[in-house]
């Protein structure tokens, strides 16, 4: 957001971390509002039934003036409008082939919140490490972090003008394709993965962990030296599939039924960019990023604390993907010069805006 371009011509970050994260805000539109192919297609029967109802009660109520419909009463042409509407809405479900929509805001999400679910949007900050000031805001209508890391990661950097250095978020943000297109930027990530996001991690005797790979032959090994081969690729799902080969192997073992109770054999899934996982796995866990991560809760929890309770920004007052980011924007540069007054004072803002003003009228 170019909102955010003032402060940091007037103040670099030398801290080169930046912290990701997300949070749900409500729409300015009801959960009622949400409506699947099938809400709509129950809902337009039960419509047609009541409409038929209400046409002959009109034809009975009006036989005594010439069995012409006089006036037809004010829920019949509320149902007709109702009606038309949903329609609408299942039309628009159909040729955007679409899962769900809202009908008061079409942008907005089902978002799973503290307080339940309601219609939303996943507000999205990028947050420096120094100065604690939000680099980059953007608001997604997705209901997890999951493909989100390197859209952000490449907003931040554009407003900061060069790549971080290191870029740390939680485990939501924890997918290998995303991953992958920040590692190739040269930038350190610092992300546990699902498995290292639980606090008590359960060691399993026959987790995957336990089973060596075999790069070279394209296999794996398991704790009895026995070999899984290589089976098939799932684009759909983006792994490969690892079979024991010989199936009687698992059968006859003693591990039987701990390991694995399939008569196939045991199977293991490797992820199409496992080297990355394994990679960021071992980032995760180095002193260095575990210091980082603990930072994390500090730097991003207080800025969403801050628009949410502090400036009221709960939920959007706008609606529509480009109005929601738009206030977003507006909340988090209300943030950051809060943030600033406290870090440098209004004597010093002012005269980076006065700086400013002069670079640009020249």
């Given at each position: 957001?170019?909102?955010f371009?003032?402060?940091?011509h007037?103040?670099r970050?030398?801290?080169?971390?930046?912290?990701?994260d997300?949070?749900?805000?409500?729409?300015?539109?009801?959960?009622?509002?949400i409506?699947?192919?099938?809400r709509?297609?129950?809902f337009?029967?039960?419509l047609?039934?009541?409409?038929?109802?209400?046409i002959?009660?009109c034809?009975?109520a009006?036989k005594?003036?010439?069995?012409?419909?006089a006036k037809l009463?004010?829920?019949?042409?509320g149902?007709?409008?109702?009606?038309?509407?949903?329609?609408g809405?299942?039309?628009?479900l159909?040729?955007?082939e679409?899962k769900?929509?809202?009908?008061?805001?079409?942008?907005?999400?089902?978002?799973?919140g503290?307080?339940?679910?309601?219609?939303?949007?996943n507000?999205?900050?990028?947050?420096?490490?120094?100065?604690?000031?939000?680099?980059?805001?953007?608001?997604?209508?997705?209901?997890?972090d999951?493909?989100?890391?390197?859209?952000?990661?490449?907003?931040?950097?554009?407003?900061?003008g060069?790549?971080?250095?290191?870029?740390?978020a939680?485990?939501g943000?924890?997918n290998?394709?995303t991953?992958?297109?920040?590692l190739?930027?040269?930038?350190?990530?610092v992300?546990p993965?699902?498995?290292?996001?639980l606090?008590?991690?359960?060691e399993l005797?026959?987790?995957?962990?336990?089973f060596?790979?075999?790069?070279?032959?394209?296999?794996?090994?398991?704790?009895?030296?026995?070999i899984?081969?290589?089976?098939?690729?799932?684009?759909?799902?983006?792994?490969?599939?690892?079979?024991?080969?010989?199936p009687?192997?698992?059968?006859?073992?003693?591990?039987?039924?701990?390991?694995?109770?399939?008569?196939r054999?045991?199977?293991?899934?490797?992820?199409?960019?496992?080297?990355?996982?394994?990679?960021?796995?071992?980032?995760?866990?180095?002193?260095e990023?575990q210091?980082?991560?603990k930072?994390?809760?500090e730097?991003?929890?207080?800025?969403f604390?801050?628009?949410?309770?502090?400036?009221?920004?709960?939920a959007?007052?706008?609606?529509?993907?480009?109005?929601?980011?738009?206030?977003?924007?507006?909340l988090?540069?209300?943030?950051?010069?809060?943030?600033?007054?406290?870090?440098?004072?209004?004597?010093d803002?002012?005269?980076?805006?006065?700086?400013?003003n002069?670079?640009?009228?020249?």
């Amino acid at each position: 957001m170019t909102a955010f371009g003032t402060f940091y011509h007037g103040r670099r970050q030398e801290g080169n971390t930046l912290f990701i994260d997300g949070s749900k805000i409500r729409a300015n539109a009801s959960i009622k509002e949400i409506w699947t192919d099938e809400r709509c297609e129950e809902f337009l029967k039960k419509l047609d039934i009541r409409i038929e109802e209400l046409i002959k009660e009109c034809e009975s109520a009006d036989k005594n003036e010439e069995g012409t419909l006089a006036k037809l009463p004010e829920e019949l042409i509320g149902k007709e409008k109702l009606k038309k509407r949903i329609e609408g809405v299942l039309e628009k479900l159909k040729a955007e082939e679409k899962k769900q929509i809202n009908a008061v805001d079409e942008d907005s999400v089902k978002v799973k919140g503290r307080q339940g679910s309601h219609a939303g949007y996943n507000a999205q900050i990028a947050v420096d490490e120094k100065n604690g000031l939000i680099v980059n805001s953007d608001v997604v209508n997705e209901n997890n972090d999951i493909k989100q890391l390197s859209d952000q990661v490449k907003q931040a950097n554009e407003v900061l003008g060069s790549n971080c250095e290191t870029v740390c978020a939680d485990s939501g943000y924890s997918n290998t394709e995303t991953l992958k297109e920040v590692l190739e930027e040269g930038i350190v990530v610092v992300v546990p993965s699902q498995r290292q996001a639980l606090h008590e991690p359960k060691e399993l005797p026959f987790s995957k962990d336990k089973f060596k790979y075999d790069e070279e032959n394209n296999q794996y090994i398991c704790p009895e030296n026995k070999i899984l081969k290589y089976s098939h690729y799932s684009k759909g799902k983006g792994h490969y599939l690892y079979r024991m080969q010989c199936p009687s192997n698992c059968i006859n073992c003693r591990y039987f039924g701990e390991c694995t109770d399939s008569k196939r054999g045991r199977a293991i899934i490797r992820l199409k960019h496992e080297k990355i996982r394994e990679e960021v796995e071992t980032i995760y866990l180095t002193p260095e990023g575990q210091e980082i991560y603990k930072k994390r809760k500090e730097k991003v929890e207080l800025p969403f604390g801050h628009i949410k309770r502090n400036l009221n920004g709960w939920a959007f007052l706008l609606r529509g993907l480009k109005g929601v980011n738009a206030e977003m924007a507006i909340l988090s540069t209300c943030f950051n010069i809060s943030r600033m007054v406290t870090i440098i004072g209004i004597k010093d803002i002012l005269a980076v805006f006065r700086k400013r003003n002069k670079v640009i009228q020249h």
